[in-house]
């Protein structure tokens, strides 16, 4: 069973930025595609970023490509998303998500999830 706790959420002006972190319990973290999910109110959970097992290539969703950047430290077992010039529309949940060995850009491929951090842009 893995356990990913979120942290660093919070409220920001547009154009600011903030920066995410997911600790992850599993000791083979290194192994795990390690990607970042939101959810707006009465919207579906969208993809935004994934880092690979794979010597941590990336891919990105459009909306936050050139503003959010995906980092990890396997040592650490902790993914890092920093977040810069904000948008409101970028407001929802943000969540954490990890996958063994396999690159995905769909929710439903993820194994295990963290419970969430809010992340609110005022304009």
């Known amino acids: 069973q893995v356990q990913l706790v979120e942290s660093g959420g919070g409220v920001v002006q547009a154009g600011g930025s903030l920066r995410l972190s997911c600790a992850a319990s599993?000791?083979?973290?290194?192994?795990?595609?390690m990607g970042w999910f939101r959810q707006a109110p009465g919207k579906e959970r969208e993809f935004v970023v994934y880092i690979s097992w794979r010597g941590g290539s990336t891919y990105y969703a459009d909306s936050v490509k050139g503003r959010f950047t995906i980092s990890r430290d396997n040592a650490k077992r902790t993914v890092y998303l920093q977040m810069n010039s904000l948008k409101p529309e970028d407001t929802a949940v943000y969540y954490c998500?990890?996958?063994?060995?396999?690159?995905?850009?769909?929710?439903?491929?993820?194994?295990?999830w963290g419970q969430g951090t809010q992340v609110t842009v005022s304009s």
């Open positions: 599993v000791l083979t973290f290194s192994g795990y595609t």
């Open positions: 998500a990890a996958n063994y060995n396999s690159d995905y850009a769909i929710a439903a491929e993820y194994d295990y």
